[in-house]
């Protein structure tokens, strides 16, 4: 069966389709189920894998109040707002308060810039999150 180059793709695909036997039928279909199964297994993977890092911070932080729910909103806002590398920066003060303080209290002109949006962050969250 000869197909014109202007038919459309369906009538191509189907075309193709028609050739197929059956054994070929149903290594596709394996191939299909496993790769459907995997899809369906990262799919349902643990949040705490797909966490950026303030929010796996925030989950191994000892505060009562860093429920869940809220470490997952404010890792959401972080990785909407802060470069990663700010993040990693934001991740290091929910183990050391104190370096937030020094980061705060700082004279470099790259620790101000972090702090602006750093600030502007935990703004943004605070009113989003709660």
Request: charged share 20%; hydrophobic share 40%; net charge positive.
């Amino acid at each position: 069966m000869e197909i014109a180059p202007s038919a459309n793709l369906w009538h191509y695909a189907r075309a193709i389709t028609e050739r197929v036997t059956q054994r070929q039928s149903m290594k596709f279909s394996k191939v299909f189920s496993t790769t459907l199964i995997v899809a369906c297994a990262v799919g349902s993977a643990p949040q705490a894998a797909l966490a950026g890092p303030v929010e796996r911070a925030c989950n191994q932080s000892d505060r009562r109040a860093a429920t869940p729910q809220l470490c997952s909103c404010i890792g959401a806002v972080a990785q909407q707002t802060l470069s990663h590398s700010d993040q990693r920066t934001a991740a290091r003060f929910f183990k050391d308060p104190q370096q937030a303080q020094t980061v705060r209290m700082s004279a470099k002109n790259a620790d101000n810039a972090f702090w602006d949006r750093y600030r502007a962050f935990g703004d943004y969250a605070r009113s989003y999150c709660g």
